[in-house]
């Protein structure tokens, strides 16, 4: 079983940074990857940003060029930095583990609780 616990979720005005991390414990073998997904008011909830335990990175064409993900060496902590946010970024962000395939993002059913976070304009 993977445990994922989020932080980091906040009010920021448009233009603002918010750094979200994502705490990862408990057995992992199953997994090579981790995401971030958010589920933004009356939306599905979508992947904004994946990373496998290589480095190998993707990201939605909304947030490309700002937003970066990032884990640790020990493959215990997976961090999103988001810059330059709008108002669309409002939303849940879950972090969630899964397999990284041929540049493609596969979830598995683990996910933290969320973290809210509100651009205001």
């Known amino acids: 079983q993977v445990q994922l616990v989020e932080s980091g979720g906040g009010l920021v005005q448009a233009g603002g940074s918010l750094r979200l991390s994502c705490a990862v414990s408990?057995?992992?073998?199953?997994?090579?990857?981790f995401g971030w997904y958010r589920r933004a008011p009356e939306k599905q909830r979508e992947l904004v940003a994946a990373?496998?335990?290589?480095?190998?990175?993707n990201y939605a064409d909304s947030v490309k060029g700002r937003f970066t993900i990032s884990i640790d060496n020990a493959k215990t902590t997976v961090t999103l930095q988001m810059n330059s946010l709008k108002p669309e970024d409002t939303g849940v962000y879950y972090c969630?583990?899964?397999?990284?395939?041929?540049?493609?993002?596969?979830?598995?059913?683990?996910w933290g609780q969320g973290t809210q976070v509100t651009v205001s304009s």
């Open positions: 408990g057995t992992t073998f199953s997994t090579n990857a």
């Open positions: 990373i496998s335990n290589g480095g190998s990175t």
């Open positions: 969630n583990a899964g397999q990284y395939f041929s540049g493609t993002y596969y979830p598995y059913n683990y």
